[in-house]
C-alpha cells in the first residue's frame, strides 16, 4: 500500500515548487495499518496554498484499499530537518530545504513583511467579534449576532477565524467538507448565513500548531478564496487575545469596526481592556462593549444573581468611552441550544438571553449606519 499511497502523492502537484508534494519533502512519517487506515504529516509553508492539504486527502483517499485518511498538518519553518547555518549559525551536518528558523534569522520568521490591505466591497460591514480571554462567550455572542442579523433579513456570512479552537460549526449545527466550484471554496449555510471555519477542513481532533505566517494565509484565504457572493455583513468569530489573527485580519482588509466581548469580573474586563486598545491602534472602529453572563437568572423566581461579579462591561465602557451594548444574562439554554447547533436567537427567541442579543444587534446596526458607506 506505501508504495501505492507514494504514487498518488506524487500526482500531486505544488505550483510554488513546480513539482510533487512527495518530491518536494513536504510528506513525512506515512503509517498505514492493515485496515486500511493512512496517517501522515504534511509540512505546509506560509507560500504554500492551502488547498493543498484537500487534494492530499482527496488523492491517498482514491488509493484502492484506504479506508480513512489522516492528515496532521505542520508549519514547514518548524519542523525538522533545520535549514542550512547562516555564516553567523554553529555548523550543522543536518540536510534540508533553506527554511527560517529561529536561531538564524528570528527577525525575519517572526515578523514577515505585512502586505497591503485588500478591499473586499462583496463582504459589506466586516466586524470583528473579540475578546482579551477565552471563556467569555465571544464565539457565542458572534454565532448569535449572524444569525441575529440574517433574521432581520441581510445577507450575512461567519468567518471563524479562531484557528487553534475553531467552535462555529458545532454552534452552527454544520459540520461537513465544502465543495469546491471553479476553484473557490462554497461556504456551507445554516440558519440562513454562509459559514465557513477551519474546523470544516481538518479532523475534529488535530490540533493547529501554527505559526503566524500559516495563520495569515489561512485568513487571507478564507477572505479571497470563498466564494461568499454579495453580503451586507460579515462577521468575523477571533480567537483570544491580541496576537496573529486580529493582526493577520486587519492587514488582509479593512475591518469596519470591532464588539468586544467581556465578562462583568475584572479579571476579563482587564484583558478585555487590552482588545479595545489593540484595535484602536490599528485604525479599526470599536463599536461597543457586550457584558456576557451579566447576571444568572433563576429559572424558577426570575431573581438575578451576580455570579462573576457586576459592573464590569459598564466599568470598561466608562474607562474606554464606548457604548455598553448590552448585557448577555447566564442562561442554561444557551449552552444547550448551542451544543445542539441552535443558536438562542432562534432555538429561544423570547428568552431574555435572546432579547439582550438581538437588541446588541440592532445596536450594531445602528452603529454601521451612522458610519460612512463602506467603499
Known amino acids: 500500500m506505501q508504495q501505492r499511497i507514494g ?24 503509517a498505514t495499518t492493515t485496515e486500511g487506515r493512512v496517517r501522515f504529516t504534511l509540512l505546509l509553508d506560509p507560500a504554500d496554498d ?11 483517499a482514491k488509493v484502492d484499499g484506504v479506508t480513512d485518511v489522516r492528515v496532521d498538518v505542520r508549519d514547514a519553518s518548524s519542523a525538522s530537518p533545520p535549514s542550512p547555518p547562516s555564516p553567523a549559525a554553529p555548523p550543522s551536518t543536518s540536510r534540508g530545504r ?59 456570512g461567519l468567518m471563524d477565524a479562531d484557528i487553534y479552537g475553531p467552535n462555529v460549526p458545532r454552534m452552527m449545527g454544520v459540520q461537513a467538507p465544502p465543495a469546491v466550484r471553479e476553484e473557490r471554496i462554497v461556504p456551507l449555510e445554516a440558519h440562513g448565513v454562509k459559514v465557513i471555519s477551519l474546523g470544516f477542513l481538518i479532523e475534529r481532533d488535530q490540533p493547529a500548531i501554527w505559526r503566524g505566517p500559516i495563520v495569515m494565509k489561512i485568513i487571507t484565504q ?14 468575523v468569530d ?10 493577520s485580519l486587519v492587514q488582509a482588509t479593512q475591518v469596519h469596526g470591532a464588539v468586544i466581548v467581556t465578562t462583568p469580573q475584572e479579571v476579563s474586563v482587564g484583558d478585555a481592556l487590552r482588545g479595545v486598545k ?14 456576557n453572563m451579566s447576571h444568572f437568572e433563576c429559572p424558577h423566581c426570575g431573581k438575578p444573581s451576580a455570579i462573576f461579579g457586576s459592573g464590569g462591561g459598564q466599568r470598561l465602557a466608562d474607562e474606554t468611552g464606548l457604548p455598553l451594548l448590552g448585557q448577555v444574562p447566564l442562561y442554561p439554554r444557551v449552552q ?32 454601521f449606519a451612522a458610519m460612512p458607506s463602506a467603499t
Open 222 to 235: 478564507f477572505l479571497r478564496d470563498v466564494d461568499w457572493g454579495q453580503l451586507d455583513f460579515f462577521v
Open 7 to 30: 504514487q498518488a502523492l506524487s500526482a500531486v502537484h505544488n505550483p510554488r515548487l513546480n513539482t510533487s508534494v512527495l518530491a518536494s519533502e513536504m510528506v513525512r512519517d506515512i
Open 336 to 367: 444547550e441550544a448551542a451544543d445542539r447547533g441552535s443558536p438562542i436567537v432562534t432555538a429561544d427567541a423570547n428568552s431574555s438571553a435572546a432579547r439582550a442579543l438581538i437588541a446588541i444587534t440592532g445596536r450594531v446596526v445602528d452603529a
Open 98 to 156: 533553506a527554511l527560517p528558523t529561529i536561531d538564524t534569522a528570528p527577525a525575519r520568521a517572526a515578523v514577515p513583511q505585512a502586505p497591503t490591505p485588500v478591499s473586499y466591497p462583496n463582504l459589506g460591514r466586516i466586524v470583528a467579534v473579540s475578546s482579551g480571554k477565552g471563556g467569555v462567550g465571544k464565539s457565542t455572542v458572534a454565532v448569535n449576532l449572524a444569525v441575529a442579523l440574517a433574521n432581520r433579513g441581510h445577507r450575512v
Open 238 to 247: 477571533m480567537p483570544p487575545g491580541t496576537g496573529d489573527a486580529q493582526l
Open 278 to 291: 489593540m484595535f484602536e491602534r490599528v485604525g479599526v472602529p470599536v463599536l461597543g462593549i457586550v457584558e
Open 50 to 60: 492551502a488547498s493543498l492539504v484537500r487534494d492530499v486527502r482527496d488523492a491517498v
